[in-house]
């Protein structure tokens, strides 16, 4: 993890911090916890079945969204800067906490 913090405004545009208030904001991004990992090319960020603790937003690049089905691995999505992923499994929704879907970059 790197020391450089994204602004606030990439987080006022994710529905789930969307009524944050400026300084919760803030210390979102403070927490000694939270950082930016940068990932190679085709690399595995979180992989389908395994246990969530964590959510992740894209600053930069594309990640692609698979899905297990028929034998292969199926597209489901390609995120792209502000978008975010890995937060189903850290909520009430998904009570296993399991990862639904494996995301590379």
Same mark, same amino acid.
């Given at each position: 993890?790197?020391?450089?913090?994204?602004?606030?405004?990439?987080?006022?545009?994710?529905?789930?911090?969307?009524? %944050?208030?400026?300084?919760?904001?803030?210390? +979102?991004?403070? $927490?000694?916890?939270?950082?930016?990992?940068? @990932? #190679?090319?085709?690399?595995?960020?979180?992989?389908?079945?395994?246990?969530?603790?964590?959510?992740?937003?894209?600053?930069?690049?594309?990640?692609?969204? %698979?899905?297990?089905?028929?034998?292969?691995? +199926?597209?489901? $999505?390609?995120?792209?800067?502000?978008?975010? @992923? #890995?937060?189903?499994?850290?909520?009430?929704?998904?009570?296993?906490?399991?990862?639904?879907?494996?995301?590379?970059?």
């Amino acid at each position: 993890m790197s020391e450089q913090k994204p602004d606030i405004a990439i987080l006022k545009n994710i529905p789930i911090f969307s009524s %944050l208030s400026d300084s919760e904001l803030q210390n +979102i991004l403070n $927490a000694p916890d939270n950082g930016i990992i940068e @990932f #190679g090319m085709k690399e595995i960020i979180i992989k389908e079945s395994e246990i969530g603790d964590c959510m992740y937003i894209v600053l930069d690049g594309a990640v692609e969204v %698979l899905m297990r089905g028929l034998g292969r691995d +199926i597209s489901m $999505a390609t995120l792209r800067p502000g978008d975010f @992923f #890995g937060e189903q499994a850290l909520t009430i929704i998904d009570e296993t906490g399991r990862r639904n879907a494996t995301v590379k970059s």
